[in-house]
């Protein structure tokens, strides 16, 4: 039975079926609900429950604290209605609204970056550009198969939409990706979604922490900034395993030539060869070569256990949690549905 779930912020009320979480049954309307990880990790996705009732899918004490739950604060993604609802969520403080779209794209290129890294370019079939701010994901169909979230890597005031997408073990849409998907074939794109966009309103200094793939749309908030004259220092660090990993090196070191307060530090999480460069994990490489990032602005994307863990040290470097905009790569192995529920 589909339960009736009123949107205040929007005055819009859909219905959930029994076993759906509000998020879900929204996005399925078209409603650009904020959101990121889809599986209780994030936050991004955090409404007030202003009547009825809920049960929980799992989620992560960080995204949703017992005070905030006890509260009346629920995750829209980890939220099952069980009888009729009234939510809301809160827009970010920057908050910049685009038209949601769903489009049909075609693949102009597909190149390797890495051994397990795709370059992707899509253009708009209909020729109107998509709308989006630097950071934002949208959701990419290939075929028939289920769609996947994927960063621009480019600015938004490019005319293509360059995806950088890694081959995942087992992966259903990153192994279609990597084996089949050629110039001229169409994808259906839904968006632009997140949260973690370039904030335009902080003057302050900014660092910007990208690992593998999440290099994507730390490159987009990178270079938009500087092309909008952001002058003040503007750290990149990208951690990935191995030299093999490494991708656009030349290219963020003539950014880096081009612009002095932009700095570019690769790390490698594991060589397999001795290296002149710096090794470690990104986390630990930030915390030794900063005292404090008071002050600062953070942007992080890439494999979960690499944006927590930096999540963690930005903190302890007292990097004000406002300040500190996250997108983690969740896969379907971490959604709430493939997880046993708790009460
Ligand atoms: C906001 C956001 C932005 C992203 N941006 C990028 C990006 O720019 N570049 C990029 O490379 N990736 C990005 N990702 C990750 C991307 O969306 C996909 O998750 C990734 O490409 C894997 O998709 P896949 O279909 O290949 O793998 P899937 O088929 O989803 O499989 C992934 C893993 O989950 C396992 N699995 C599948 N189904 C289940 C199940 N039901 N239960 C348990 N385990 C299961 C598989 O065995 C495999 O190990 C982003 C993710 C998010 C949330
Ligand atoms: S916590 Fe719900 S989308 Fe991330």
Redesign the pocket.
């Known amino acids: 039975m589909a339960h009736k779930v009123t949107i205040a912020s929007l005055g819009r009320t859909i219905d959930v079926g029994d076993n759906d979480t509000i998020l879900e049954a929204a996005l399925a309307e078209d409603i650009n609900y904020p959101f990121?990880?889809?599986s209780g990790t994030c936050g991004s996705c955090k409404s007030k429950l202003l009547s009825g009732e809920v049960r929980y899918l799992d989620y992560s004490r960080f995204a949703l604290t017992e005070e905030e739950r006890a509260q009346g604060w629920i995750l829209a993604c980890s939220a099952v209605p069980i009888g009729d609802c009234e939510v809301s969520f809160e827009a970010p403080a920057e908050s910049e609204s685009h038209p949601l779209r769903k489009i049909e794209c075609r693949v102009t290129a597909v190149a390797s970056a890495t051994h397990d890294?795709k370059y992707v370019t899509l253009e708009p079939c209909d020729g109107r550009p998509l709308e989006f701010s630097a950071g934002q994901?949208v959701n990419l169909g290939f075929g028939t198969?289920?769609g996947?979230?994927?960063?621009m890597?480019n600015r938004p005031d490019e005319p293509h939409l360059v995806?950088?997408?890694?081959?995942?073990?087992?992966?259903?849409?990153?192994?279609?990706?990597h084996r089949e998907l050629k110039p001229g074939d169409i994808v259906a794109l839904r968006g632009p979604?997140?949260t973690s966009f370039l904030r335009k309103s902080h003057p302050g200094p900014v660092i910007a922490l990208a690992g593998?793939?999440?290099l994507?749309?730390i490159k987009s908030i990178v270079e938009t900034a500087l092309r909008n004259g952001f002058g003040n220092p503007l750290f990149l660090y990208f951690g990935v395993r191995d030299e093999r990993d490494l991708y656009l090196e030349a290219h963020f070191q003539a950014l880096a030539a081009a612009h002095r307060n932009l700095t570019f530090v690769p790390v490698l999480s594991q060589p397999s060869a001795p290296t002149a460069r710096r090794t470690g994990f990104l986390a630990d490489a930030v915390a030794r070569d900063f005292g404090t990032l008071a002050g600062w602005t953070s942007y992080l994307?890439g494999p979960p256990v690499m944006v927590e863990s930096c999540k963690t040290a930005l903190q302890r470097l007292q990097v004000a949690p406002g300040d500190c905009h996250a997108?983690?790569?969740?896969?379907?192995?971490?959604?709430p549905?493939?997880k046993p529920a708790f009460p």
């Open positions: 990121g990880c889809h890294i994901f198969l289920p996947r979230d994927y960063s890597a995806f950088h997408i890694r081959l995942t073990a087992g992966g259903v849409a990153s192994g279609y990706v979604y997140g593998g793939s999440g994507a749309p994307a997108d983690a790569f969740y896969t379907e192995a971490d959604r549905a493939a």
